[in-house]
């Protein structure tokens, strides 16, 4: 059964960082991508990245200017997320999905709060 | 970026009638659509992709369609379990793919 456990609860100030973990399992990492997707209270799904943990490739939405980065470690079929200066309006609940075009997969989702 | 309009924001349906969601995008995105479920505390789930496919395991009640700009998702004969919000996505200009900002379908 393919299933993708995410990282705990996160609380940040603005300015800081936050990575949130995706770890794979039931099936091969590599073998289809995982795009990170974000949903802030009461709004609709927001796509930010996707990566390929086959080859590294990555893609990235431009609405976050430069302050996302994906990674992956195959070694523990793991897909990380990286927010960088962190604003009041990133606090949201983060899902890995499985796929690169629609996602019948995701993750259980890690909520980031980000609050002075 | 395409944008995604949902409507209505909320339609209120009797148990066993029918209801049907509409999804506009501001361009056309071919068939190249999805469909999600979302319950309280959930992540999406996918009901539809490619228009009008359902995915794997999703009731036959569910049904898709529309192609460009204009899409429907139609749900025959409501269940209880159906209450939730409902969310399009176009992955035909990627990235990024876009969302709707959803239909809430509530028991009227």
């Known amino acids: 059964q393919v299933q993708l456990l995410q990282s705990g609860p996160e609380m940040k100030k603005p300015g800081a960082s936050v990575k949130v973990s995706c770890k794979a399992s039931?099936?091969?990492?590599?073998?289809?991508?995982i795009t990170w997707v974000r949903q802030a209270p009461g709004q609709g799904p927001e796509w930010m990245a996707w990566?390929?943990?086959?080859?590294?490739?990555?893609n990235y939405s431009q609405n976050f200017q430069g302050r996302v980065t994906v990674t992956t470690d195959t070694s523990t079929s793991t897909v990380f997320l990286e927010l960088r200066n962190l604003r009041s309006d990133d606090t949201a609940i983060y899902y890995c999905?499985?796929?690169?075009?629609?996602?019948?997969?995701w993750g259980t989702g890690s909520t980031v709060t980000v609050s002075s | 970026e395409i944008v995604m309009t949902q409507s209505p924001a909320t339609l209120s349906v009797s148990p066993g009638e029918r209801a049907t969601l509409s999804c506009r995008a501001s361009?056309?995105?071919?068939?190249?659509l999805a469909w999600y479920q979302q319950k309280p505390g959930q992540a999406p789930r996918l009901l539809i992709y490619?228009?009008?496919t359902r995915a794997p395991g999703v009731p036959a009640r569910f049904s898709g369609g529309g192609s460009g700009t204009e899409f429907t998702l139609t749900i025959g004969s409501l269940q209880s379990e159906d209450f939730a919000i409902y969310y399009c996505?176009?992955?035909?200009?990627?990235?990024?793919?876009?969302f709707g900002q959803g239909t809430k379908l509530e028991i009227k």
């Open positions: 999905a499985g796929g690169i075009r629609y996602f019948e997969v």
């Open positions: 039931g099936y091969t990492i590599t073998s289809f991508g």
């Open positions: 990566i390929s943990p086959y080859n590294g490739n990555t």
């Open positions: 361009q056309s995105v071919s068939r190249n």
């Open positions: 490619g228009a009008f």
């Open positions: 996505q176009q992955y035909n200009n990627w990235p990024p793919s876009t």
